[in-house]
């Protein structure tokens, strides 16, 4: 065919004229996350929202000026790109928020209780969980990329394969603005769970935890600073030392799967105690982190995800493990030292409901919140009572 073209010295014009759009049909949706619960927030707002990822898959650099991405096929022009340069390869973070915010617009940021100048991407239109339709199109109104998506899961993004771009994967590990994982899965399949040579709680003396796993090709990946563990954390190799208190959470990867589940355990070496004890784990920057640790801050109007394990007095055994959200509250006690923390139980963390009973002689045993108080005025001369 190209043969007779050149033999025919006609369409070498029209051949020309192609190229540009093929260049521009490699400006491609990469992955989105449609039920953004834990995984990462904005960095204007700190909100979890969801988002979309371009990825200039061409080998020239593409101006985006005029662009538009839309959740409507009947509106491909619903939400319109400014003018920025993608290099090739280089990835492009959208956050779908219904904010219609762009790098250098100002916006009243609720946690600042201040207008800020925006840095990030905020499209005027939010993702469905449900299930909907996304499409890129080209300044002149060529469509260039489109995908039309099912019901999604929390925390669970979708996206191209790495190795093969025309597949479409499930990735437990979601990777905004960068490449995306190569763990993933056609049909969400994930391995087990990392097997613990030691039971979460209370240990006399210094203790060595190994972990371990009989999933063919799996490796175990661990985290003990309260990360969830991604495909970047370090594989187990030798054993942990466990001479103080600490936090483990670890998953399995293995390939042609998603992440397995995290698993978390809590460990208190050497440590008495007569009272139930709360362990509380996140990512450090949630709670102390410069601009958006609520704690650091003092910021009541953010949620940040946690995971919450109480262990009983007397046996020190675990009651129960789970997900969930940690706001600041009160009226003014918030900013003193020492934060007054609300314990919120969602669907988005793990379960709506504790099915426990918290205060002894009381005839609760179901909660949706709970509250871990400072003491009010009194917050550094009576810690309980």
Excluded at 6 to 25: D, K, M, Q, W, Y
Excluded at 239 to 260: S, V, W
Excluded at 349 to 367: A, C, H, N, T, V
Aim: proline residues 7%; aromatic residues 12%; negative net charge.
């Amino acid at each position: 065919m190209f043969s007779k073209i050149i033999r025919s010295g006609i369409p070498l014009l029209t051949l020309v004229f192609f190229i540009p759009e093929n260049i521009h049909a490699q400006l491609q949706i990469n992955e989105f996350l449609a039920v953004n619960s834990t995984i990462a927030h904005d960095p204007d707002f700190g909100e979890f929202s969801d988002f979309i990822e371009l990825r200039n898959a061409s080998a020239v650099q593409i101006n985006l000026a005029g662009y538009t991405l839309t959740d409507d096929p009947a509106e491909e022009d619903k939400w319109t790109l400014p003018d920025l340069t993608l290099a090739p390869g280089q990835h492009l973070l959208i956050w779908t928020d219904g904010l219609d915010k762009r790098p250098g617009d100002t916006a009243f940021v609720a946690y600042k209780n201040a207008v800020a100048t925006m840095t990030a991407l905020h499209a005027n239109f939010r993702l469905s969980g449900d299930g909907e339709y996304l499409g890129l199109f080209h300044p002149q109104g060529t469509l260039l990329d489109e995908i039309t998506y099912c019901v999604q899961t929390s925390d669970v993004s979708y996206g191209r394969s790495t190795s093969e771009p025309a597949q479409w994967l499930y990735f437990g590990e979601p990777t905004p603005g960068v490449a995306n994982s190569p763990y993933g899965s056609v049909w969400m399949e994930t391995p087990g769970e990392p097997i613990f040579s030691l039971q979460e709680g209370f240990y006399p003396s210094p203790q060595m935890l190994h972990l371990s796993t009989t999933e063919p090709g799996a490796v175990v990946r661990f985290t003990f600073d309260g990360t969830t563990p991604t495909g970047n954390s370090p594989v187990f190799s030798d054993d942990i030392p466990l001479n103080l208190n600490l936090t483990i959470k670890a998953r399995l990867f293995a390939p042609g799967k998603m992440p397995g589940k995290v698993v978390t355990k809590t460990y208190f070496i050497q440590e008495n105690h007569s009272l139930p004890v709360l362990s509380i784990t996140s990512n450090a920057a949630n709670l102390y982190g410069f601009d958006f640790g609520i704690l650091q801050n003092a910021i009541k109007d953010r949620e940040v995800p946690a995971t919450l394990e109480y262990f009983e007095s007397g046996t020190g055994e675990r009651a129960f493990q789970v997900g969930v959200g940690l706001r600041v509250f009160g009226t003014s006690i918030y900013n003193l030292p020492q934060r007054p923390i609300s314990v919120r139980f969602k669907e988005k963390y793990g379960d709506e409901i504790l099915k426990y009973p918290l205060f002894d002689g009381k005839p609760i045993s179901r909660y949706s919140a709970f509250l871990l108080r400072n003491g009010g005025n009194d917050y550094n001369m009576a810690y309980f009572r």
